[in-house]
C-alpha cells in the first residue's frame, strides 16, 4: 500500500514539474554585455593590478617625503654616578655621594641639508608619478590593441558567416540546377567539396574572436565568461591626418617618459646639491644639569665639532655630478626616441591610409561586382565553374584584405597616440 501511495505521489511531483516548466517557457540565454572604448579604458584604471601596484608606489614615495622633512631627534641621557655600596673609611651610606645628572644634546643640520632633502624626496615622487602615466600609457596601448583585435576578428567572423550564408544560397541554386538537368554531377560535388573551406574560415574567426575576448578580459582582470563579453565600436579609417610637427610637438609637450628623464636630471642636480651639503661639518649641542656634593645643582653646556679629515663625502659627490650627466644623456636619448616613435607611427598610419583610400573608392564595389556577374553568367551557362570558383576566391581575398587593412590601420593609429602620448587619432 505504502509503495503504490508513494508511486503516485511521484508522478503527481513530475506532472506538476512539467506544468512548470511548460508555463515557463523556454530559457533564453542571457545577452553578452558591450563595452565600449571608453568604458573598456575606465575599467583598465580601477581594475588593472599593475596600475594599481603603481598608483601604491607613488604613496610610498609620498610618504618618503615625510621622513625627509624630519629634523633629527633631540638625545636624552640621564646618569646615575659615585653610587659607593661597598665599606672602608669614614662611615657613610651608598648614596651619601650619589652623582645624578640629565643632557640633552642636539645634533645641528648646516648647509640646508633638511631643505634639500625634501626638495629631493619631491623629486623622487614627480619621478614617480611620470613614470606611472607612462606605464598608463603603454598599458592603455596594449588595452587598445586588445580592443582593436577583438572589433576585427568579430569583422572577420561576420565576413565568414555572410561568405557561408551566401555560398548555401549559391548550393541551392546548384542543386535545383542539377535536378533539372542543367549541371553535371561532378560540378554539384565540387561545390559542395568547396564549402568545407568557407565552414573552416568560420571556425577559425569564431575561436579568433575568443582568444581576442580572453586577452581583453586578462588586461581588464575580469573574469566574466567569454560568451557574456562584448565590445562595440566603430571598425572603419579616417582619411583625415594633421601634419607630422603637430605630432611631433604635441609629444614634446605630453610624452609622461620624455617628462620623467626631464625630472630625473633636476633630480640628480639636488642630490648633487644634497651630496655637496652632506660634505659639511653639522655641530652637536649638549646641555646639562645635576648635582654634585657638596654643589647641591650645576648646570654645563657643550659643543661637538666632528674632524671631517679623511671623509668629507668625496664618493658620493662625484657619484651624484657623474650621474647628472648620466642623466642628460638619458634626456636627450629619450627626446630622440620621441622623434622616432613619431615619424614611424605617422609613416605607417599614412601607408594604411593610401591603401585603404583605392578599396573603399573602387576595389570593394568591383569585387562584389565581378562575383555577381560571373555567378550570373555561370548560372546561364556563359562561364565555367572554375571562373565562378576563381571570382569567389577574389571577392573572398579582397573583403578580407579589407577588413585586416583597418584593422591596420586601427594599430597604427593606436601606436600613433601611443607615439604621442594621447589619443589624437580616435
Known sequence: MRRKLWRCCGVLIG?????????????????????TWEQVKDRLE??????????????????QEITAHFRPNPQLTLLGDQIDPFPGGPGHGPFAYFLPSATVSYLHER????????????????????????????LLFNLRGAFVGT?????????????????????????????????????????????????????????????QKIQLLTLLNDRTPVEQFDVVGVFDFSEQMDALDFYRQMALDTRPDLKAAVQSVELAQSNYKLAEANGSTDPTFSFDVGRNPPIDAYIGFDVNFPLRIFDRNQGEKLRTKLDITRNERLRDAAKAQVFSDVDSAYATLNSNVILLR???QKYLAQAVRVRDTIFFSYQHGGASLLDFLNAESDYRAVELNYVNLVGSYLTAAAQLNLAVGREVVQ
Request: no cysteine; hydrophobic share 35%.
Open 15 to 35: 506532472l506538476g514539474a512539467s506544468l512548470a516548466s511548460a508555463q515557463a517557457g523556454p530559457q533564453t540565454a542571457p545577452q553578452p554585455q558591450a563595452w
Open 46 to 63: 580601477l581594475s588593472n593590478p599593475t596600475l594599481l601596484a603603481g598608483k601604491l608606489n607613488i604613496s610610498e614615495l609620498q610618504a
Open 111 to 138: 648647509a640646508h641639508k633638511r631643505e634639500l632633502r625634501t626638495e629631493s624626496a619631491k623629486q623622487a615622487t614627480a619621478v614617480g608619478v611620470s613614470q606611472q602615466q607612462d606605464l598608463e600609457r603603454n
Open 151 to 211: 572589433l576585427q576578428a568579430k569583422a572577420v567572423l561576420q565576413f565568414a558567416k555572410d561568405n557561408l550564408e551566401y555560398y548555401d544560397h549559391v548550393l541551392k541554386i546548384s542543386r535545383d540546377r542539377f535536378e533539372a538537368g542543367d549541371i553535371a554531377q561532378i560540378d554539384l560535388d565540387r561545390l559542395e567539396l568547396q564549402r568545407v573551406q568557407y565552414e573552416s574560415d568560420l571556425q577559425t574567426a569564431d575561436v579568433n574572436l575568443r582568444t
Open 358 to 360: 583605392p578599396y573603399k
